[in-house]
Nanobody, 128 residues
Framework: QVQLVESGGGSVQSGGSLRLSCAVSGYLSSSYCMGWFRQAPGKGREGVAGIESDGSTTYVDSVKGRFTISQDKAKNTVYLQMNSLKPEDTAMYHC??????????????????????WGQGTQVTVSS
């Protein structure tokens, strides 16, 4: 059974940094894509960063230049380095693993849910 467990969230002041981790247990094909999503209270889920099996990355415009997604396949862990944090980055951050590739990142609800795995999330709070 595949499980994703996020860690590294917390409370920081505006301009600060955090590094989120997503540890994957269980078997995932090497072709899987990984993504970070966030959801703020009263708002919909938003794709933040994604990384495909070939290492190519994608980011939502609001985090480009501030966030970096990476993965350590030997450790089965995906990271999200978040720098220059802003109050609008405050949200619950979830990682996800999917076989559907890059387009899934922009419209996860348009794809079947089977074989896509989500973590429980880690809270990030940025104060001004």
């Amino acid at each position: 059974q595949v499980q994703l467990v996020e860690s590294g969230g917390g409370s920081v002041q505006s301009g600060g940094s955090l590094r989120l981790s997503c540890a994957v247990s269980g078997y995932l094909s090497s072709s899987y894509c990984m993504g970070w999503f966030r959801q703020a209270p009263g708002k919909g889920r938003e794709g933040v960063a994604g990384i495909e099996s070939d290492g190519s990355t994608t980011y939502v415009d609001s985090v480009k230049g501030r966030f970096t997604i990476s993965q350590d396949k030997a450790k089965n862990t995906v990271y999200l380095q978040m720098n220059s944090l802003k109050p609008e980055d405050t949200a619950m951050y979830h990682c996800a693993a999917t076989p559907y590739g890059g387009p899934w990142f922009y419209s996860p609800d348009a794809y079947p849910t089977q074989n896509t795995f989500w973590g429980q999330g880690t809270q990030v709070t940025v104060s001004s």
